[in-house]
């Protein structure tokens, strides 16, 4: 789990420092801040557990700051949506932010997708409110990494020739 959120972190430093939008680009920020300090607790604790052992305290410790990581980890998606719809500047020519920036891509243009196919399909009541019932929910960022994942569990793995993982090879 901590790998992987340190995975989610470096997503986020990446898209705060091509977000064209200061707030947004700061609230990222602070999410990946945030979610980091929650990691570094994490593994004090799993480490802390290895020793002492079962212990109940320790394991309540340890599930409560893996419950804080999921809310990290979602507040960082959150405010990745949010950098993604103000507008990101071009990525350098560093592989892991061009494969982020593609990503991000791919996630606003389902996201348009789905805007459009409402509008064109408006479920609208006599007083003009859109129906929830029989709506398709927004796809989210998080919908989009689940999708990767199912899909990345069906195919072969084949060895990297490079032993640093990139940022989405996780799939975050």
């Known amino acids: 789990m901590v790998s992987d959120g340190q995975v989610v972190v470096k997503f986020g430093n990446i898209l705060a420092k091509h977000c064209q939008d200061q707030r ?9 801040e945030h979610t ?3 990691i570094s607790q994490l593994g004090i604790v799993a480490r802390v557990k290895a020793v002492t052992g079962e212990s109940k305290a320790s394991s309540e410790l340890l599930l409560i700051n893996v419950q804080n990581l999921i ?4 507040h960082v998606l959150r405010a990745a ?11 350098s020519a560093d592989p892991e932010e ?8 791919q996630w ?11 509008a064109l399909n408006s479920d609208r009541d006599e007083l003009g409110l859109r129906k929830t019932r029989g709506a398709k929910a927004e796809p989210t960022l998080m919908s989009l990494v689940q999708e990767q994942t199912s899909q990345s569990r069906n195919i072969p793995k084949h060895p990297s ?3 640093e993982h990139t940022v989405m090879d996780r799939h975050l």
């Open 108 to 118: 606003r243009k389902n996201l348009t997708q789905h805007r459009a196919k409402e």
């Open 36 to 38: 980091q300090s929650i």
């Open 98 to 105: 061009q494969e982020v920036a593609a990503f991000c891509q």
């Open 24 to 32: 947004c680009s700061t609230d990222l920020l602070h999410a990946a």
């Open 81 to 91: 949506e949010a950098a993604c719809v103000k507008g990101l500047g071009q990525p």
């Open 161 to 163: 020739p490079r032993k």
């Open 71 to 74: 809310q990290a980890v979602q």
